[in-house]
Each structure stands twice: as structure tokens, then as C-alpha cells.
């Protein structure tokens, strides 16, 4: 019987270890703030705007997931994926806004506060400007992980280099 040592992890799998579970952990946070961003935007927590909410971030979700796959060179100029495209930019959008919503709507009220709507910029009026930055850069973070998660999935962490 022949024990087999077993290797260390490289660098690169600690790497995009560090990476993916950053990002995953972040792609979460992302899907929760999309969530309850549109319920806060919708200004209900009634079943129908439960309903839309959560199909809206898990498909908001699907499309930034999908960014790499829908922005992929093609042979072939198709017209779905013109409409792929530009449904793409609405999803982003919609993810940074119901995001930026929520996050907003938890500094500056210290609560989640489902089922009353107040705009944005009421919510900004209360904050430091150290916490829009916070909020802000966060936010963004957050919006980009899913298509972060989506590129270097399947991907040799050397692009990085």
C-alpha cells in the first residue's frame, strides 16, 4: 500500500479560491439588496410585489451571471442577441438602482424598512458623505460580482497578471 502525498495548493488555486469565495459571498449580498431594493422601490411587501421582486433579481441575477456569455465575439450577427444585449443593459441598471436603494435605505434608516417608499435622494440627504461613498463603492462592488463570478469561473487565473 502506497501512500500518496498530497500536494499543497498552488498559488493560483489559492488564489482563485480567495477570488471566487469573495466574489460568491458578494453575489449574495448582491441578490438580497436586488430583492429587497424592489420591494422598497415598489413601496409593498403584498405578494404580487414579493412576485415580482423575486423574479426580477433572480433574473437580473441570470443576465449579469451571463455577461461573458452575452458579450462573446460571434460569427454570425444574430438579433436576439442585439436584444440580449440591450436587455443586459436594463438588468445592470436595474441591479446597481434596487441595490443602491437598499443599501442606502439600511444606512440612513439603520433598519430595512419594507413596505414604505422614499426616494433616493431623501435617503442620500440623510447620509455623510463618507457613507455615500461607502454606500456607493459597495454598491458597485457588489454589482460587479456576479459577471466577475461568470468570468473567472471557468477561467486560468493568469489574466490577472
Known amino acids: 500500500m502506497s ?3 498530497q500536494q499543497p495548493p498552488t498559488d493560483t488555486s489559492i488564489r482563485r479560491l ?9 453575489m449574495v449580498w448582491d441578490l438580497l439588496t436586488t430583492f429587497l431594493g424592489s420591494l422598497i422601490i415598489l413601496g409593498s411587501a403584498s405578494f404580487i410585489a414579493l412576485g415580482l421582486s423575486l423574479v426580477g ?3 437580473v441575477e441570470a443576465f449579469n451571471f451571463s455577461t461573458k456569455s452575452i458579450w ?3 460569427r454570425g450577427k444574430r438579433p436576439e442577441v442585439g436584444l440580449l444585449k440591450l436587455i443586459w443593459f436594463f438588468a445592470i441598471a436595474f441591479d446597481f438602482w434596487t441595490s443602491l436603494t437598499c443599501n442606502t435605505t439600511y444606512v ?14 431623501q435617503l442620500f ?3 455623510t458623505i463618507g457613507q455615500i461613498l461607502i454606500v456607493l463603492f459597495v454598491t458597485m462592488l457588489t ?4 459577471m466577475m463570478v461568470g ?3 471557468d477561467r486560468n487565473l493568469d489574466f490577472l497578471t
Open 18 to 26: 480567495v477570488l471566487v469565495s469573495a466574489f460568491r459571498l458578494s
Open 57 to 59: 433579481s433572480l433574473t
Open 108 to 121: 440612513a434608516l439603520q433598519q430595512f424598512s419594507l413596505g414604505q417608499s422614499i426616494s433616493l435622494s
Open 125 to 127: 440627504a440623510q447620509l
Open 72 to 74: 462573446e465575439r460571434r
Open 151 to 153: 468570468y473567472i469561473r
Open 3 to 5: 501512500i500518496e502525498r
Open 143 to 146: 454589482t460587479v460580482s456576479p
